[in-house]
Every structure is written in structure tokens, then in C-alpha cells.
């Protein structure tokens, strides 16, 4: 059974930083793209970052310049660095993997079928 764990979450202020980790674990975690989603209160989730199994990103525009995605196989950990931070990026953050393989970065959430619990980010002003 695949899993997710994410961690790293918190309450910054604007111009700080802070990096996501989600940990996988069921499966082989190098042949599958990940991704990073969030939802705002009243909010639909929303894409905000992907890592392909090859290791190339796509970005939200909200969080292109700002967020870098990374992956590091021998861990099973994607990351999510998040730099200048601003209210608006206030959300709870989930990790996400797909069902199967695939040659593009899917931004869609209900293309993920595997979530993890999620983890609060608040960024004040």
C-alpha cells in the first residue's frame, strides 16, 4: 500500500522560508512523478508543484521564482523549498502520487489517487 507523509509545516512570517518532506513508502518511489498540492480555507485544492521521475519541475504561476520542487530517490523523500513566502501562499499543503507512470506532470488532483495528511503552512504578514 502506498503512503505519504508529509512534515515541515508552520507559521512564518512574509520573506521567510520554510521546506516541505514527504516521505513514500509502498511502492518504488523513482519511478513516479509527485507532486505538491494546497488548499486555502473556502479554497479548492490546487496544483502547486510537480517533480517528474526524471526530476524535471513544473510550477504553479503563483510560485514560479519562489518554490523549487526536488526529489531525492535514495531517501524516498520529495521536497518542496518555499522562499518568500507570502500571506497568500497561508494553506494546508499535501503531497500527492499518482497511480501510474506517466510522461507528463499531471495538475490535476484528481489524477492522484494517493494523498498524504497534509500539513498547515501560515504565513503571517
Known amino acids: 500500500q502506498v503512503q505519504l507523509e508529509e512534515s515541515g509545516g508552520g507559521l512564518v512570517q512574509a520573506g521567510d522560508s520554510l521546506r516541505l518532506s514527504c516521505t513514500v513508502s509502498?511502492?518504488?518511489?523513482?519511478?513516479?512523478?509527485m507532486a505538491w498540492f494546497r488548499q486555502a480555507p473556502g479554497k479548492e485544492r490546487e496544483f502547486t508543484a510537480g517533480?517528474?521521475?526524471?526530476?524535471?519541475?513544473a510550477y504553479a504561476d503563483s510560485v514560479k521564482g519562489r518554490f523549487h520542487i526536488s526529489r531525492d530517490s535514495t531517501e524516498n523523500t520529495v521536497y518542496l523549498q518555499m522562499n518568500n513566502l507570502k500571506p497568500e501562499d497561508t494553506a494546508v499543503y499535501y503531497c500527492?502520487?499518482?497511480?501510474?507512470?506517466?510522461?507528463?506532470?499531471?495538475?490535476?488532483?484528481?489524477?492522484?489517487?494517493?494523498w498524504g495528511q497534509g500539513t498547515q503552512v501560515t504565513v503571517s504578514s
Open positions: 500527492a502520487a499518482p497511480e501510474a507512470r506517466a510522461g507528463r506532470i499531471w495538475t490535476e488532483s484528481k489524477d492522484y489517487p494517493y
Open positions: 509502498g511502492r518504488i518511489f523513482s519511478l513516479y512523478n
Open positions: 517533480v517528474s521521475w526524471s526530476g524535471g519541475g
